[in-house]
Each structure stands twice: as structure tokens, then as C-alpha cells.
């Protein structure tokens, strides 16, 4: 029986006993698999599938492919079971990637990305995962917008899409936060990667206003204050894009302090929800600006998508399988009070789940 599994725009595809094999949107597309998409509603449209579909309660594994064991849960009155076999969320018939409270007769029970307890009658199980990547914004929240038009959340799904390929040719397991135009709070997001016990969450962004020229690109990632392993990841994936972007001939723009910093609020808390909600080791990176013309054209083009996404899936391994320290450290905290109440609830749309 076939699997399929949608991540951050690529498909996972793998049949009882075989290795699954993840594909990018043209290779999904020559496989005969419908890719989740955007519509114009900003809702996931439905993928097909020519293979029976996996339904709760089946036994997706075996000891010949210890993927995935959904289990069939032990009844209580309440009509929701506990979610067994290593099931921590599952990926919905749209394509959406939401974490698993449960499973009741007809389905699972499920945490929408607006934090609304909901069930679906069927998904694709995900066990664990080593990582997750979090594409900043989408739905209502587009943030930074280039002058010919590219929205930041666009320009970083894409980014996170391309990440995941790399780190699947890594084989190092891989979900996202969201796959595609839609709103999912910050709370949500820390609560999936969470759910999936990664190792890793790293939240991906471009940055706004414009800052000064610079000879150098203005990188910066946000480590949380307390997290020494945060500090190591952030500065590894640092030094890798440092070193991905230094290759471009780009007119930059930087901060003077720009590097790997800890940004608190007056409270002496970590200033951005991303890193504060999480216990899940998190760094956020703002790769460069998305307000510099110069460098908005650059993101336009495949060298640039293949860089970062091969520098961020480096620094990520080199986490996960070395002791190395990283660098670009700055050693005084940043002092913000974020204004607006952005990344929260109120107003959240959630998109269709099935």
C-alpha cells in the first residue's frame, strides 16, 4: 500500500518495507500526485491519490516498515482515544500539517492552525520528526513586501520548501509549520513542533525596513536567552549562510550589530513568541532584506533559493551530529517591545482540513 504525505510542498511517497522518497512539486507531478496548492480563498486545495487511503485504526507499520503505527486507541466514554504508535500529527487531506490530541471512532482528533480542537476522519500519520522548519507568515500576515510585488510569505515557504529537500537528501526526518498561503499563529507553531519532539525548529524570515549599505549581508538570527543549545544552533546556521550569501556580488544592507543575538522585551523575556513558546530548541534566522532592491532581485533566482536551503540544511546537521560552536555571537542583548499583537489568535482564519 502506497503512502503519501504532503511536507512543505514536497510529497513523501513509499510503499510496506520500502524506504519513503521525498519529491519535489515537478517530480510529485510526474509521479500522478496532486501537490497541495494555494487558491485564491488562501485555502489548501485537495491532493489526490490513486492508492487506498490509510484510515485511523489501520495498521500503517509492520516490522518491515516501522514508519508509522496509528494503533486503534482504548475506548473511554468520552469517545476519544489516545492516539497510539508514535502518531504526533498528522498531515490532512489539504495538505496541512496539524498536531494529533487524539482519536475518537470516526477519526482523529486534531488542533487546527488557529488552536481549535476539530476532527478529521482520515490523514496521513507522522511520527517524530528531527526537525521542523517554520516559513514565517502567510494567510493575513504577509509581512515584508518587496517593490516588485514578492511577499515575504511567499518568499519564505519557498525557501522552507527548498530547505526540506535538502534536508531529506540529508536523511534527517523533516515537517513544516505551514505548506501554504495560510495563517498559523506563533502559539501553533510552537505547539507542533512540540507535539512532533524535534530536535530543531528553525523559523525562517527576510527582513524589513531597509537598513545601511554594508559590504557583507546583514544576516541575523534570534537565539533564545536561556538556551545555550539555541545559541549553538543559531550560530551555525549563521556561519553557513554567511558564508552562502558572501559568494553574491549584491549592493547589502546591514545592521552594525547584526549577527546572532538574544532580543528580550523590557521583562528580560525573549522578545519574539517563536522563541518564547517553544520547548523545542528554536532559532529564528532573517536571512537578508527583502526591502533592498538589490537583494529582492536576488531572491528571485534559483542560485539563491539553492544556497540558503543548502547552507540552512548544513548548519541544521552540523547541530545535530557535531559539538561545533558556531559563531558570529553578539555578546549584548538587543532590547524590544514588540507594538502589535501579530502572530496571535484573533483573527485567525483556519484553513480547510479536508
Keep these: 500500500m502506497m503512502m503519501v504525505a504532503v511536507l512543505g510542498g514536497a510529497a513523501i511517497v513509499g510503499c510496506a518495507g520500502q524506504r519513503p522518497v521525498l519529491l519535489d512539486d515537478a517530480s510529485a507531478v510526474d509521479a500522478g500526485i496532486g501537490m497541495a496548492t494555494t487558491t485564491e480563498t488562501r485555502k489548501p486545495a485537495p491532493f489526490e491519490i490513486d492508492e487506498p487511503v490509510i484510515a485511523p485504526g489501520e495498521m500503517l507499520a509492520s516490522d518491515d516498515n516501522p514508519l508509522v503505527d496509528v494503533g486503534s486507541g482504548d475506548g473511554t466514554g468520552s469517545g476519544i482515544f489516545p492516539a497510539r504508535g508514535g502518531v504526533k500529527a498528522v498531515v490532512t487531506p489539504t495538505g496541512v500539517v496539524v498536531p494529533v490530541l487524539g482519536q475518537s471512532e470516526s477519526g482523529y482528533v486534531v488542533e487546527s492552525p488557529c488552536g481549535i480542537e476539530t476532527e478529521i476522519t482520515w490523514g496521513q500519520p507522522l511520527p517524530s520528526v528531527r526537525v521542523v522548519l517554520d516559513p514565517g507568515h502567510g494567510g493575513t500576515e504577509q509581512g515584508a513586501v518587496a517593490e516588485p510585488g514578492r511577499t515575504e510569505a511567499e518568499l519564505n515557504l519557498r525557501v522552507a520548501r527548498r530547505t526540506a529537500l535538502a534536508l531529506q537528501d540529508r536523511e534527517i526526518s523533516v515537517a513544516l509549520t505551514r505548506t501554504g498561503d495560510y495563517r498559523v499563529p506563533v502559539l501553533q507553531r510552537a505547539r507542533l513542533a512540540d507535539a512532533l519532539e524535534a530536535d530543531a525548529l528553525l523559523s525562517i524570515h527576510h527582513n524589513t525596513p531597509r537598513a545601511a549599505p554594508s559590504v557583507r ?138
Aim: proline letters at 5%; aromatic letters at 8%; a negative charge.
Design 217 to 354: 549581508p546583514g544576516t541575523e538570527v534570534y537565539v533564545q536567552g536561556t538556551s545555550a543549545e539555541s545559541q549553538r544552533l543559531g550560530g551555525l546556521v549563521y556561519e553557513e549562510v554567511m558564508a552562502a550569501l558572501s559568494q553574491f556580488d549584491v549592493d547589502w544592507v546591514s545592521r552594525s550589530d547584526a549577527g546572532v543575538v538574544t532580543v528580550i522585551d523590557d521583562n528580560g523575556e525573549d522578545a519574539f513568541g517563536i522563541n518564547r513558546h517553544p520547548e523545542t530548541v528554536t532559532a529564528l534566522v532573517e536571512l537578508a532584506y527583502l526591502a533592498n532592491p538589490a537583494e529582492a532581485a536576488l531572491f528571485e533566482t534559483d542560485e539563491y533559493l539553492d544556497a540558503v536551503a543548502a547552507a540552512m540544511a548544513d548548519g541544521i546537521e552540523r547541530y545535530l551530529t557535531t559539538q561545533d560552536p558556531g559563531s558570529g555571537y553578539v555578546d549584548i542583548p538587543r532590547i524590544f517591545n514588540p507594538s502589535d499583537e501579530t502572530g496571535g489568535v484573533e483573527g485567525c482564519l483556519a484553513p480547510a482540513l479536508e
